[in-house]
């Protein structure tokens, strides 16, 4: 099952806006993580954070943490239409015995126009 | 270096039929994952491999099985297909069972018909 619930579903705007995506989920956590996903292909690696993390920075994006509402926001500044993609957040638990099983959301599908 | 590889790119099948898919870590990786992305949806967890043992799972039937090689390669076998496993099947490779930071392959495309 899904952890959690990104929002917006659907992000359309023009080139050079930002875009920010939320994403929701219910249980403790050791690290989230996005990941961008171009055209239903493999999932590439945007940026980390941990628990105990609140803000991070990487190049054009902006990620931010609260975990006591269990969430997570991605901006993506000045953006461009090579960011068109969908994004997902991946929150991951340190279960017993170790592991590094990643739960993902549903996804927020961005469309930047020119 | 190559980055995490699978084969084949896409796949046709028939229900009831079993299919493989293959995955290939990236070079100095020995932690295989694979995950299930249905259309519309973020991928689901299905299995991890370490060391040729499967170490957790997700919820998913036993149709879904899986090896890992001593080169810590990975197959994922599923049995007795049905329509609802029409997805892309993502391979996604770790340093060690404790590394969060996964690197994913460009997955394979099943249709069952």
Not at chain 1, 13 to 39: D, F, H, P, V
Not at chain 2, 3 to 25: A, D, M, Y
Not at chain 2, 93 to 99: D, N, P, Q
């Amino acid at each position: 099952s899904q952890q959690g619930e990104e929002d917006p579903q659907a992000l359309s705007i023009q080139e050079g806006e930002n875009a920010t995506m939320n994403c929701s989920y219910k249980t403790s956590i050791n690290n989230l993580q996005w990941y961008r996903q171009n055209s239903g292909r493999g999932l590439v690696h945007l940026i980390l954070i941990r628990s105990n993390e609140r803000e991070k920075h990487s190049g054009r994006l902006r990620v931010t943490l609260d975990t006591s509402k269990k969430s997570s926001s991605l901006l993506i500044t000045a953006s461009r239409a090579a960011d068109t993609a969908s994004y997902f957040c991946a929150t991951a638990r340190q279960p017993t015995g170790g592991g590094n099983k990643l739960t993902f959301g549903t996804g927020t599908q961005l469309k930047v126009e020119l | 270096d190559a980055g995490v590889t699978q084969s084949p790119t896409h796949l046709i099948k028939t229900r009831g039929q079993q299919v493989t898919l293959r995955c290939s870590p990236k070079s100095g990786h020995d932690t295989v994952s694979w995950y299930q992305q249905a259309l519309g949806q973020g991928p689901q967890f299905i299995f991890q491999y370490y060391e040729e043992e499967e170490r957790q799972r997700g919820n998913f039937p036993d149709r879904f099985s899986g090896h890992q090689f001593p080169n810590y390669s990975s197959e994922l076998n599923v049995n007795a297909l049905l329509l609802g496993d029409s997805a892309l099947y993502l391979c996604a490779s770790s340093r060690g069972r404790g590394s969060y930071e996964q690197y994913f392959g460009p997955g394979t495309r099943l249709t069952v018909t």
